[in-house]
């Protein structure tokens, strides 16, 4: 939906404005394509790697493509109940220089709660600390 659509592009636009200011709010769902859906771990390796410290924040929402229409759509849903590799999205996350904050965004109200539990879950099992 933008022709910021990946890591490689919000590179670009970083150098291109080269002023420390510009930064990214990175949103990898917002980067999900067909040929990205099913290698979501790839996808946040090159997040990670190309714009490292350039990320100042993240979302956290998940995709998942819908089942029975014949047309392809990918909806945004709660985290945990798409494809995104949240273990390895929290892991580069932890690896960052300094804490970096994870919002939830896009959900009904009533999966906020939903979504924070996934997230806590996933990060104990992965051993990486949660702030509060």
């Known amino acids: 939906t933008t022709n910021i659509d990946g890591p490689k592009a919000h590179r670009r636009l970083i150098d291109e404005v080269g002023d420390p200011r510009c930064a990214v709010n990175l949103d990898p769902t917002n980067m999900v394509s067909l040929d990205r859906y099913f290698h979501t771990t790839e996808l946040l390796d090159e997040c990670f790697g190309l714009l490292g410290e350039s990320i100042l924040g993240c979302h956290a929402k998940d995709t998942f493509i ?9 909806q945004e849903v709660c985290p945990g109940r798409g494809v995104m590799d949240y273990r390895a999205y929290l ?36 051993g990486v600390r949660m702030y509060p």
Do not use: C, W
Request: aromatic share 6%; hydrophobic share 40%.
């Open 66 to 74: 819908e089942p029975d229409v014949q047309t392809l759509h990918i």
């Open 91 to 126: 892991i580069h996350m932890s690896r960052m220089k300094r804490p970096r904050a994870l919002f939830p965004e896009h959900l009904p109200a009533d999966q906020y709660g939903e979504a924070n539990g996934f997230i806590r879950k996933t990060a104990q099992a992965a």
